[in-house]
């Protein structure tokens, strides 16, 4: 870290837990970003753990993760219109936002509109 022209030294203390594989980096870098440190990394190879622990591997950060925005039309993508799970799911997305535009005026036909979405949730399952 540089402050003006002159190079600071900034020390990081990570604690690790043995029992549970749970390595704790002064940086905060994992609980501000949700990414591994390279100093927690560091001592989780020191440590010779094999494999990062899932619980350092957020859903946010995996390739199997389904996530509803990849079924959202985007502007640059050509093949959206062969892809049949996006137009469907589009299609349902414009009609639950009439429906739900409608459902805003009261709490009345908010609930209504709650308890019909949670019996469709229940029988498209």
Known sequence: ??????????????QFNTENCEAHCSCGLFQFRGILCKHAISVLLKMEVINVPEKYILQRW???LK??????????YDDW????EAQRYDKLRKKFDEVADLA?????KM??????LDEIQTKVK
Not at 1 to 14: A, L, P, S
Not at 104 to 108: A, I, N, Q
Not at 111 to 116: A, D, P, S
């Open 1 to 14: 870290m540089f402050v003006g022209d002159k190079r600071k030294q900034v020390h990081f203390n990570v």
């Open 62 to 64: 995996r390739k199997d």
């Open 67 to 76: 996530r509803c925005h990849t079924r959202v039309k985007v502007g640059y």
């Open 81 to 84: 219109t062969s892809n049949l």
């Open 104 to 108: 805003v005026v009261s709490d009345e």
């Open 111 to 116: 609930m209504q509109l709650w308890n019909l």
